[in-house]
């Protein structure tokens, strides 16, 4: 039941409400688009109430298997199981019901496991496609959730990497210095001085150089040794 209430309050009801959709448009396919077939054919509103409750249950079954599958299951046994146990599931609760309350379904024609079994068979025809593209869906969504990941891991990486660039030429840069040598080219470019370009080009060579060594020592720090 707490697993129940957990999927219920993580997926909400639309989540149940579609696969009910589902499976009373397909009853309705099979009850006026398929022609009936020579001999027993059940009641119309029975056959629309079973295949509601197979679409519950394969609903709640598939939700399970999902919640199994976050806790470490493999996708591909979690759901074949879950699919496995609504449908024999629903299966032994349609032959028990009919056996006993024959009128529910076809008092003209005596209860045989033939006829539980092809009703298994269209549960399992049509649900079964149902259950492998919601399947494919979230085995992609969740490659697709990974490859995001790693593109953020990795873009972070390079953020700390580029930070940490910065920082250590930062840290090779004396300020006081530097803005001591930048009042002084600054005074001499005022006064006209003739080397005051020179000293302000040797100044820009430095702090090129001294970033240039700091990238190459970041490189050889993240380079596998």
């Given amino acids: 039941m707490s697993m129940l209430r957990s999927i219920l309050s993580r997926v909400g009801w639309r989540t149940?409400?579609?696969p009910l959709a589902l499976g009373l448009g397909v009853a309705a396919y099979e009850l006026f688009c398929i022609p009936v077939p020579t001999g027993?054919?059940?009641r119309p509103g029975t056959y629309v109430l079973t295949w509601l409750v197979f679409a519950m249950a394969a609903t709640l079954g598939t939700l399970a298997a999902d919640e199994t599958v976050e806790r470490g299951a493999r996708p591909a046994a979690a759901h074949t199981i879950a699919f496995?146990?609504?449908l024999l599931s629903c299966a032994l609760l349609?032959?028990?019901l009919w056996q006993r309350h024959p009128g529910w379904f076809d008092p003209s024609h005596p209860f045989s496991w033939f006829r539980v079994l092809a009703s298994a068979v269209d549960w399992t025809e049509f649900g079964g496609f149902a259950v492998a593209g919601y399947v494919n869906r979230q085995i992609a969504n969740r490659i697709l959730g990974s490859v995001h990941a790693a593109q953020l891991r990795r873009v972070r990486l390079e953020q700390q990497l580029v930070a940490s660039r910065l920082a250590a030429t930062e840290a090779q840069v004396d300020?006081?210095?530097l803005?001591?040598?930048l009042a002084?080219?600054?005074?001499?470019?005022?006064?006209?001085e003739p080397d005051a370009l020179q000293r302000l080009d040797a100044l820009i060579q430095e702090l090129r150089t001294m970033l240039t060594r700091?990238?190459?020592?970041g490189d050889g720090e993240a380079s596998p040794s």
């Avoid at 002084?184 to 006209?192: F, K, P, S, V, W």
């Fill in 16 to 18: 149940i409400l579609l």
């Fill in 94 to 96: 349609l032959g028990t």
């Fill in 40 to 42: 027993a054919w059940i």
């Fill in 214 to 217: 700091t990238l190459a020592a």
């Fill in 175 to 177: 300020p006081q210095l």
């Fill in 184 to 192: 002084g080219i600054g005074a001499a470019l005022e006064r006209d």
């Fill in 84 to 86: 496995g146990a609504a």
């Fill in 179 to 181: 803005v001591a040598s």
